[in-house]
């Protein structure tokens, strides 16, 4: 059973607009998440992350959204670069997971277009 | 910057062949893990270990082991290659719980065929 969920296999989007990219949880253990960026043939290169007491966390162009109560949260690109064109992964953990393990989602693949 | 490095970014074997996958870290962290990505499947952990010669099997840990016989050096091995074990296998890295909460550092990937 998936317990960190990315519903869109894929988005594109015009340069300059926003991104939004989405993520669903099940487990109401998870604390603290975490996005992060992967090109091909290179490894995933972490983002920005967010703790469950926060409902939101910026850095830069980029916005993480926790929203608890629907078990959702969501990575806000603005405004998008064809630079950013890549998979990115959801990644949720519980601080006392034991080894400071990580599920991760499928991935969406984002593809700003120019 | 912490540094997570592979032994090989692409490797073709054959079905039958014992193959190791070495990583090695260099910002003294107590966790390493391996995970493989395969497309829609996103990263699923192998095995991970939080301590020198500790290890624990993550969610796909069949057809695989690892060793960790130095804090720095995390190995993963398949014991008999089979094609269904084509993939991309990615290495990790992180500080400990109790070292505040972070994400993990990954390696560049090795690619590998079996053939």
């Known amino acids: 059973d998936q317990q960190v969920k990315q519903n869109s296999p894929s988005l594109s989007v015009q340069e300059g607009r926003i991104s939004i990219l989405n993520c669903d949880y099940t487990?109401?253990?998870?604390?603290?998440f975490l996005w992060y960026k992967k090109y091909p043939a290179e490894g995933p290169t972490f983002l920005i992350s967010?703790?469950?007491?926060?409902d939101k966390n910026e850095d830069g162009r980029f916005t993480v959204f926790l929203n608890k109560s629907a078990k959702h949260l969501s990575l806000h690109i603005v405004p998008s670069q064809p630079g950013d064109s890549a998979v990115y992964f959801c990644?949720?953990?519980?601080?006392?997971?034991?080894?400071?393990?990580?599920?991760f989602g499928a991935g969406t693949i984002l593809r700003v277009k120019s | 910057d912490v540094k997570v490095t592979q032994s090989s970014r692409y490797l073709v074997k054959r079905t039958g062949e014992k193959v190791f996958l070495e990583c090695v870290q260099d910002m003294d962290h107590e966790n390493m893990f391996w995970y493989r990505q395969d497309p829609g499947l996103g990263l699923r952990l192998i095995y991970f270990s939080y301590d020198v010669k500790m290890k624990e099997k993550g969610d796909i840990p069949e057809g695989y082991s690892v060793s960790r016989e130095k804090k720095e050096r995390f190995s993963l091995i398949l014991e008999s290659a089979s094609t269904n074990q084509t993939s991309m296998y990615l290495c990790?890295?992180?500080?400990?719980?109790?070292?505040?909460?972070?994400?993990?550092?990954f390696g560049p990937g090795t690619r590998l065929t079996v053939t």
């Open positions: 487990n109401s253990m998870f604390d603290y």
């Open positions: 967010i703790s469950s007491i926060k």
């Open positions: 990790a890295s992180s500080i400990s719980p109790g070292q505040g909460v972070g994400g993990q550092y």
């Open positions: 990644a949720a953990s519980s601080y006392m997971e034991y080894g400071n393990k990580l599920v």
